[in-house]
């Protein structure tokens, strides 16, 4: 895979599957725009990058539930490179939360990062992965193909960018953009952490997903980038409108 030449932009960057998946398309040629909101945990991105390439990216604090933020990304990136080939939209927050004990307020703090914040950024991009005949990588979860107790927004967020990735794929086909999704399973990140999981219940948790994942363990990020990858390149030139699990086969199975 070859990413010469291609300008990427990916949102979420500054940890876990976000930072993976820069370093990794960097590895493979791409110049990388890389957006967090944490601009310490981003510029530790950049470093990595800049280890592993020789060239610094182009990072850009910036939070996805800011109109104008979004707005500013687009204009920056368009600014300094003067096009976009591919859209890795990938920043997400995850919260626990069932239809007895959740509430509005948690619902649209999910919604504004996960979905809305995804919409607005692609409608922003379309006009350049227009020019480009790019293409867009939206990270879902399996949470967006089956559903699980505990974390109703999470899924409800998901089950949206999956029906987004699809119909986006259809509206955007015949002028030469793709747009798919991938669907990770339980992966070693910080995510659960932030969405209130301590350490003792994390770790219990990871030890449950041996038999909640077929293949008996849980995924690391770089398993991720390399799927978002593949998606993003001209390797995967017929597949559109996909939400590609990878989660271990969890999305097979039938446990809670």
Not at 96 to 100: R, W
Not at 122 to 139: D, E, H, Q, S
């Given at each position: 895979m070859d990413f010469s030449d291609k300008v990427v932009l990916i949102t979420g960057a500054s940890s876990g599957i976000g930072a993976a998946a820069?370093?990794?398309?960097?590895?493979?040629?791409?110049q990388l725009v890389?957006?967090?909101?944490?601009?310490?945990?981003?510029?530790?991105?950049?470093?990595?990058?800049?280890?592993?390439?020789?060239?610094?990216?182009?990072?850009?604090?910036?939070?996805?539930?800011?109109?104008q933020d979004v707005k500013r990304v687009v204009d920056d990136t368009i600014k300094k490179y003067g096009k976009i080939n591919v859209l890795i939209n990938n920043a997400g927050i995850l919260e626990?939360?069932?239809?007895?004990n959740t509430s509005l307020e948690q619902y649209d703090r999910i919604m504004n990062t996960n979905v809305r914040g995804v919409y607005q950024?692609?409608?922003?991009?379309?006009?350049?992965?227009?020019?480009?005949?790019?293409?867009?990588?939206?990270?879902?979860s399996v949470n967006g193909i089956r559903s699980f107790p505990g974390v109703l927004s999470y899924n409800i967020s998901?089950?949206?960018?999956?029906?987004?990735?699809?119909?986006?794929?259809?509206?955007?086909?015949?002028?030469?953009?793709?747009?798919?999704?991938v669907n990770p399973g339980v992966i070693v990140t910080d995510i659960h952490k932030r969405g209130g999981m301590n350490d003792e219940t994390y770790a219990k948790f990871l030890e449950h997903c041996r038999t909640t994942h077929a293949l008996g363990r849980v995924g690391q990020v770089e398993e991720v980038a390399h799927a978002i990858a593949f998606l993003a390149s001209d390797h995967a030139s017929f597949t559109t409108g996909v939400s590609l699990p990878v989660d271990g086969g969890r999305h097979a199975m039938c446990p809670r």
């Open positions: 820069a370093v990794h398309l960097a590895k493979l040629g791409g890389l957006v967090g909101r944490n601009l310490e945990k981003l510029q530790e991105t950049a470093a990595k990058i800049q280890a592993v390439k020789g060239k610094t990216p182009f990072a850009l604090q910036a939070d996805m539930t800011n109109d626990t939360g069932t239809i007895e950024l692609t409608m922003l991009a379309v006009p350049y992965l227009i020019a480009t005949k790019g293409n867009i990588v939206n990270v879902s998901k089950a949206a960018i999956d029906q987004f990735t699809r119909c986006v794929a259809l509206e955007l086909a015949l002028k030469g953009v793709r747009c798919n999704s």
